[in-house]
């Protein structure tokens, strides 16, 4: 079955240095992979899209890759500030012909900076 | 504010009766989704509309749950005779053709 996975411990990080999130899956071949941010009883903020020809994207302090043969995302916050805590989602979409479908997200990764 | 609206905040109601709840997408965007989030998981996918067309709709969804976008505007989930699984936060989105997605706030229906 397809299987988003994305470390489901906090990840604890000092400010000021990089964080690093990663998200895996197994048997889904995504067109396109997206991550969003999450606060408490908040909806989730789209952040970076990157799709499957694409090998990095970056913006401002945020860079995503996209390995296809490993089936791995990893999502760098660089120079990271306590405003940077939340839970991080990886989300994936299989490509249909028509675009976008349902995505499908991993449990999140819960993001602390600590000052 | 021009992002994804969705009304109400927050609804409490008790076991079998039935609850609606409204999403205005961003204007420009012709694609709508549902989804449902519980606490501790990512967001499950529910069901999207292509302007007024329901496209996909997601083994989750029962024949309790009911999705319209009559205009190819707003839309509406309508959950019937509501059990305490159904507690959760029901979220929409709204996207160009093969854009990313924009949630809205959210709607935290609790089910006593």
């Known amino acids: 079955s397809q299987k988003i996975e994305q470390n489901s411990e906090a990840l604890n990080i000092q400010e000021g240095k990089t964080a690093t999130l990663t998200c895996n899956y197994t048997n889904y071949s995504p067109a396109y992979l997206q991550w969003y941010r999450q606060d408490p009883g908040r909806g989730p903020v789209f952040l970076l899209l990157?799709?499957?020809?694409?090998k990095e994207k970056r913006k401002e302090r945020l860079k995503v890759t996209f390995d296809t043969t490993l089936k791995q995302s990893l999502f760098h916050i660089t120079a990271s500030q306590p405003a940077d805590s939340a839970t991080y989602l990886c989300a994936l979409d299989a490509y249909s012909g028509g675009g976008a479908d349902g995505l499908t997200f991993g449990k999140g990764t819960h993001l602390i900076i600590q000052p | 504010d021009t992002g994804v609206s969705q009304d109400p905040r927050h609804k409490i109601t008790k076991r079998g009766q039935n609850v609606t709840f409204r999403c205005d997408p961003i204007s420009e965007h012709n694609r709508l989704y549902w989804y449902r989030q519980t606490l501790g998981q990512g967001p499950e996918f529910l069901t999207y509309?292509?302007?007024?067309?329901?496209?996909?709709k997601s083994r989750l969804l029962s024949d309790r749950f009911s999705a319209e976008r009559p205009k190819g505007s707003f839309s509406t989930l309508e959950i019937q005779r509501t059990e305490q699984g159904d507690s959760a936060m029901y979220l929409c989105?709204?996207?160009?053709?093969?854009?990313?997605?924009?949630f809205g706030p959210g709607t935290r229906l609790t089910v006593l």
């Open positions: 990157i799709r499957e020809n694409e």
């Open positions: 509309f292509q302007n007024e067309a329901q496209l996909e």
């Open positions: 989105a709204s996207s160009l053709i093969g854009g990313a997605q924009y």
